[in-house]
């Protein structure tokens, strides 16, 4: 059920706040081990919280008074998750970084208060990669977080914990984060939905790696449902209250209106641009597009534009000059925050030496993961000044580009990553197939994930969908047109047929949340787990 579902039934006395919460506790003790999506939990705040709603439930004032409308308090009483960088008063956001264990975040940040103050009960913390700059969630903090569809393969980063928990059902939707496709990644690998909001309609204070003038444009908080019903009343609910965005409304677009382009790749095959970093797209997702392509206009009446935009063959240098140069402090720096120091601006902090921490990683000493010391030494290489104006202009000349593509009610299908999700360690074979992604966040628009079924292997399809500026409402309006089509979630369960499991062998899972009871049975012959 979605978190608008579950709000109406606790709404109409069918089931408590409490009984909800406690639903969702046993399912993470459950499931948890298998997982490790949820690394931080807090139980017992949550139950004191949901008692709290169901005496609000059980009083005279509760009919009466405004400030408890649907309207005002669309969650009132569902437990969701959270993306552990971003803050909740009484939990830690170390980021996965060791020397920040024992940070104990003093207040919430906005878009948490924003949740709260919806009825929404923070349950847990969700994994992520080191320093939320990897596109597979594991940290020398909390380990690795596994997908729920095939416990061999990642989840996705940075957001890949949150993305987990919702596709496993440890909670029904949660709160991550974007600069390179760190909530859409995450949400393809998973099989669930995620929006990434256009630049300031969403407040970003409050998360570490904190966000600068610079990136605040770049960098999007926003919502990982299991259900496209939630996405907008979520997105309402974090956005600035005077935002560009009017959320009143109805969410009634009528799709045969709708201007739809259909892109498969980003150019790949032409082998004269930076594409060639990056992998094909698997036919398996082409023609998963085409299909939605084929229904949109089969079933809605819709046009659909097949195109080419040549500059996309460039979106991986583009987004790393951008990223790496927009005065942002130095990832070593960040590398340096320990517990002792988050009142210090980051700008202020030591560079860390990352040669000398790679030189610790091959004696196995080096408190950082292998992908943090390379992308800190990678930084010391400057980028030659006639390189970077080229690509600044090249960026500039992209954002008009599809600026003006997507004038009006214009949608644009855009592959989400060039192949399901692969195996732990794959990323570092093909780390650069996250310019799918990217690229939108320097163009500065909305994009909503749609998952779209699962491929041949069992591992979930899906599709970008891509607005103009401030075209959130129109992205998430055909996410939910999908969703009825394709059938959206897949209950992972549905392919293993079987709830417990043991995690696979080397993989670190979450102390204190584990289950002795859950089991899992991995037959090398068959290539397939298996009820034990």
Known sequence: MSATTLAQLIRSRQITSTELVELYIDRIVEVNPLVNAIVQTAFAKALDEANRVDDLMSSERFELDPRYSVDKMPFLGVPITCKEIIYVKGLSATAGLKGRIGHVCKEDAEVVKSMEAAGAI?????????????????????????????????????SGGEAASVSSACSVMGIGSDIGGSIRMPAFFNGVFGHKPSPFLVPNKGQFPGVTEQSDAYLALGPICRYAEDLEPMLKCMAFKDGPVDFEKPLNYDMSKIKFISIEDDGWSQFDGWSVFTSPVDRELKLAQRRVVNFLESSCGAKVERKEVMLLRYSLPIWMAIINNNGDPKFSQFCSSTKDNTDLSVYDLPLKNMYWEMLKKLCWRSDHSTYVIITGMMERIPMAKASLD???????????????????????????????????????????????????????????????????????????????????????????????????????????????????????TSPGLRNSNSQVHFNEDDDEYTAR
């Open 122 to 158: 923070i349950i847990g913390l969700t994994n992520t990669s080191e320093l939320a700059m990897w596109w597979e969630s594991h940290n020398p903090v909390y380990g690795y977080t596994c997908n729920p569809y095939d416990l061999r393969c990642i989840v996705g980063g940075s």
């Open 390 to 508: 080229q690509l600044l202009a090249m960026a500039k000349e992209l954002r008009e580009q599809i600026h003006q593509l997507l004038e009006g009610d214009t949608v644009l299908l855009y592959p989400s990553h060039p192949m399901t999700a692969p195996r732990h360690h794959m990323p570092c074979f093909t780390g650069f197939n996250f310019a799918y992604t990217g690229i939108w966040n320097i163009i500065g628009v909305p994009v909503t994930q749609v998952p779209l079924g699962l491929d041949k292997n069992g591992l979930p399809l899906g599709v970008q969908i891509i607005g103009g500026l401030h075209q959130d409402r129109l992205t998430i309006a055909v996410a939910r047109e999908l969703e009825a089509a394709f059938g959206g979630w897949v209950d992972p369960t549905e392919k293993y047929k079987v709830y417990k499991y043991e995690p696979i062998r080397g993989m670190s």
